[in-house]
């Protein structure tokens, strides 16, 4: 399942990713959720703290988490505190979905 972000992602966007993520922890035909951020403007600590806390609730769910199209001041923060190690970052959403297809592996 591909989630696509756009505009930015900060304190009054936030509630509109956990309404739009939040059914698909409990969906048992999904195996991987990807997160495209190629349209996404913008990202602040509270978008960046939401997609901790959707990674987690992911991996509780025994689902894997991928961005896609991370750019910009998210790739930054991302690659400044370290916390793109604690993703599967892939290009692009076609790349992610391919990455997180039975039989794949881990990217």
Known sequence: ?????????????????????????????????????????FCDSTGISALIASLRTCQAAGKRFLLSGVHGTLARFLATTGLHRAFEICDSADAAVRAASPGAGRA
């Open 1 to 41: 399942m591909v989630v696509h972000l756009a505009g930015d992602l900060e304190a009054s966007t936030v509630p509109l990713l956990r309404q739009s993520v939040q059914p698909l922890w409990g969906r048992a035909d999904l195996a991987a959720v990807v997160l495209d951020a190629t349209g996404l403007g």
